[in-house]
């Protein structure tokens, strides 16, 4: 059943699959192409926005020139400068209510800088400011000042002025400056006057008010500039003299600079804007996507019935009828499809094929017949050859378990013997009186027991073709020391053999080298109780080399003595059984005695 399912599963699979790769296509394009667009259209308005209100502080500082153009070129103004008269004061009482309703300063110079006249106005207060408090200079202006109109430009005389933002003390003032004319705007210039706006807060909320844009204006200070203004004039640039900072969801910062009369950035003009275009395009962007998504949904959903109406189901039936065909076995049922496109194509093919099929099946069964009867016939001879074998096995495996028993009691009976051997060494050493004679016997027993215990340990053993020397060399070593009495608290031995496995043919000869070496070590190597330590070393360096180490902190053999030309018969024995083995021994006495025994696992010699 799952496998009929499968395939609708499928195409389930695929439908939902293009429906998320559409799904994520259309937000991908929404939200990296078409809110992206939201945002800078966002970014412009706030742009557009800034930008009117730098344009209504303009405003104001062309409305105070145009107002400083009109006194400048009354013909009283132009008299007033050439010869100051208090009556030019006094009589015109319009001079009063300019400097208490729209200006805080006026100043009046001539050519040369000399104030000819100046007052200041509190216009929240109404009363007279200190003009040293504007940072303008009592008596005189600077010709070097840029206020001092009269020495700037080229051009018309009427078109010489200077307007813009002044920083006093006070903090920031609009400012316009004129050259003093007669009517006409004709020279020669006789002087400059100059009127001055304090920028108060009313002033900026004025100025919000008829742009319908949140922003104020923040005098940037002449000495140190706190962190943020400073962070914010550092991304302003002359290419990009906008910084736009998003505050929160709802709101965008945006910010620009605002210079004074001297070109230098006066003031910080910062904007705040609601963001309703990003949030009316996100809107709109995820009532899109669901209705995109929605209608997907819907397409899919059609899409998935017309299948499974026109293909889906159909297979499905040929699925069964295919699948009931191989369960039953019955080849001639045939399903009801008449269709003129592939399915009933491929209906009649499987159809065609399940005829082809029963006929074969047919001819299969008699041949099935046929050899199963020959294979019947088969198999009877070889059921008997089968159990005449299995009786040739079980003689054999008796012959093989009747000779193992008759090897192990062979070598039970080596180990008798040689023990018996050594027994009546033994008796025999006891009727001399000579000690070297004693001695001889005795080396001869310990040579006999190390045979005997080979023998012992290959009958005691379920191999019977390897020996496990690490199990060999402790009793030999430990008889050796029980015989020639050596404590083994004098004498340390070391015994270093792991996984080392010899024939007879080999471990017999290995085991006399290792006898007659360790009893030459015990008897010699340690005179009068000296204390020493032996190491006994044998390991397998290849599957074809033997490695035997033998070596002692002794005295070491007497100096010249050659150990291959010698009369101790120890080790011309030894040499014998290195000769028998096929290897080679080297001896080292730069520090005590060291033989070092090489043979490989080959053929042994017959002769010693």
């Not at 190390?450 to 430990?478: C, G, R, V, W």
């Not at 033997?546 to 005295?555: K, M, P, Q, Y």
Request: hydrophobic share 40%; with cysteine.
């Amino acid at each position: 059943m799952s496998q009929l399912k499968s395939l609708k599963s499928k195409v389930l699979l695929i439908l939902m699959g293009i429906f998320v790769l559409c799904g994520t296509a259309e937000y991908a394009i929404h939200r990296l192409i078409i809110y992206p667009s939201f945002l800078a259209l966002e970014r412009d308005e706030a742009q557009k926005d800034l930008e009117r209100s730098v344009q209504a502080l303009k405003r104001e500082i062309r409305h105070l020139d145009s107002l400083a153009h009109d006194w400048s070129t009354w013909n009283d103004s132009y008299k007033f400068v050439r010869a100051p008269f208090e009556d030019y004061v006094r009589s015109r009482p319009i001079l009063s209510a300019l400097l208490k309703d729209s200006v805080n300063l006026i100043y009046i110079c001539d050519t040369d800088g000399r104030v000819i006249w100046r007052k200041g106005y509190g216009l929240e207060t109404a009363e007279e400011l200190r003009l040293a408090d504007f940072d303008f200079p009592k008596y005189e202006l600077p010709t070097a000042s840029p206020l001092m109109t009269n020495k700037t430009g080229s051009g018309p005389v009427s078109e010489v002025s200077l307007a813009g933002i002044f920083m006093s003390d006070f903090g920031a003032m609009l400012i316009a400056a004129r050259p003093i004319l007669i009517d006409f705007s004709k020279g020669p210039i006789r002087g400059v006057f100059v009127i001055g706006l304090l920028l108060r807060d009313y002033m900026v909320k004025d100025l919000a008010d008829q742009t319908n844009v949140d922003f104020q204006i923040i005098p940037i200070p002449t000495g140190a500039v706190p962190d943020t203004i400073k962070e914010i004039i550092n991304r302003l640039t002359s290419e990009s003299p906008y910084w736009i900072e998003v505050e929160s969801d709802e709101h965008l910062q945006i910010f620009t600079t605002f210079p004074d009369i001297n070109g230098d950035a006066a003031l910080l003009i910062g904007a705040r804007v609601s963001r309703k275009i990003s949030a009316r395009g996100y809107t709109t962007i995820r009532f899109i996507l669901i209705a995109t998504m929605v209608s997907a949904i819907v397409v899919l959903i059609v899409m998935f019935f017309l299948l499974q109406r026109t293909i889906l189901e159909p297979i499905t039936n040929l699925t069964y009828h295919a699948l009931s065909v191989g369960y039953s076995g019955d080849l001639s049922t045939r399903i009801p499809m008449h269709r003129p496109d592939e399915i009933g194509v491929l209906a009649m093919g499987f159809y065609e094929m399940v005829t082809k099929l029963r006929k074969i099946q047919e001819g299969l069964e008699t041949r099935v017949r046929l050899r199963t009867a020959d294979l019947t016939a088969v198999n009877e001879k070889l059921e008997q050859e089968v159990l005449e074998r299995k009786r040739a096995e079980e003689k054999i495996k008796g012959s093989l378990k009747e000779k193992e028993m008759l090897l192990k009691e062979i070598h039970h009976r080596v180990k008798n013997n040689l023990q018996v051997v050594s027994s009546m060494l033994k008796i025999q050493s006891e009727y001399s009186q000579d000690k070297k004679t004693v001695d001889m016997f005795q080396e001869s027993q310990n040579r006999v027991r190390s045979i005997a215990l080979i023998h012992e340990m290959l009958y005691q053993s379920k191999n019977l073709s390897k020996i496990d020397f690490s199990e060999y060399i402790q009793p030999i070593t430990t008889n050796l020391m029980r015989t020639y009495g050596v404590d083994p608290i004098r004498i340390k031995l070391n015994i270093n053999v792991k996984d080392v496995f010899m024939d007879l043919d080999r471990a017999i000869p290995c085991g006399l080298i290792i006898n007659e070496l360790f009893s030459n070590v015990l008897k010699h190597a340690f005179p009068e109780g000296r204390q020493g330590e032996v190491q006994i070393d044998l390991f397998q360096e290849s599957s074809q080399e033997f490695t035997l180490l033998i070596r002692d902190n002794g005295v070491g053999l007497p100096i010249g003595m050659d150990f291959k030309n010698t009369d101790s018969l120890g080790l011309q024995l030894v040499n014998a059984l290195v000769d028998q083995l096929g290897g080679a021994i080297v001896f080292e006495g730069r520090v005590g005695t060291t033989f070092r025994i090489t043979f490989h696992n080959r053929e042994i010699r017959g002769d010693m």
